[in-house]
């Protein structure tokens, strides 16, 4: 699919999530699988259940498709967790610290990845995971709304910094802002030569 020219600077949501099944995650193989398998990206197993291994997310999603494991939730996968993390974001204008592939993480784990009929859902490995869902909504949507106030501040003097202080934003954050902020700063920056004029000594002074 041909993308916008003011997109083509960011990851689609699909290559961000991507990127994100690279990390590790913990399974609990189903059955035992006596070799290991060798992979381009390194090797995995034996699979000795109950014994937990450590594999890509994009494997323990495969492995979970086929019903052959469960998934180990990460630890901030959790409803106290999130509270805890929601209470944070309304209390304060930072963003707080999330993990850096906490949105499309939680995507990935939440979708059905079989039919109804033959369902081996990663979500059903998830404890109490309609109330995580809402939290991580809570979450996302006060998150958006801190990154929506620190549009409207943006001036030629926050240009003339040289960089946007974004900390604690994740992956899929920084992606869904980066086409914006981008065309921006260059907008500033041509607006910013605008202001300056040669002085006839060789420097530059503001109008």
Known sequence: MSLPPNARCA???????????????????????????????????????PLK???????ALALKRRGMCSIVPPPWLDPEYLEHKLDEERS????????????ETAML?????????????????IPHHDQIKKLLKSIKDC???KTQKGVKLMNVD???????????????????????????FDE???????????????GMVTD
């Open 11 to 49: 990851l689609t949501p699909r290559e961000v999530e991507f990127v994100a099944e690279a990390q590790s995650v913990m399974i609990v193989p189903a059955r035992a699988f006596p070799g290991s398998l060798h992979l381009l990206c390194g090797s995995f197993g034996p699979f000795r259940p």
């Open 53 to 59: 291994a450590a594999v890509p997310l994009w494997l």
């Open 92 to 103: 304060s204008e930072a963003f707080a610290e999330m993990d850096f592939a906490w949105l």
């Open 109 to 125: 784990l939440s979708k059905q990845l079989r039919p109804p009929a033959l369902s081996y859902r990663a979500q059903d490995d």
């Open 143 to 145: 998150r958006e709304s």
């Open 158 to 184: 926050l240009f003339s910094q040289g960089f946007l202080n974004l900390d604690n934003l994740g992956l899929m954050e920084v992606n869904e802002i980066k086409p914006f902020f981008t065309r921006a």
């Open 188 to 202: 500033m920056g041509r607006f910013s030569g605008l202001l300056t004029r040669d002085d006839g000594k060789g």
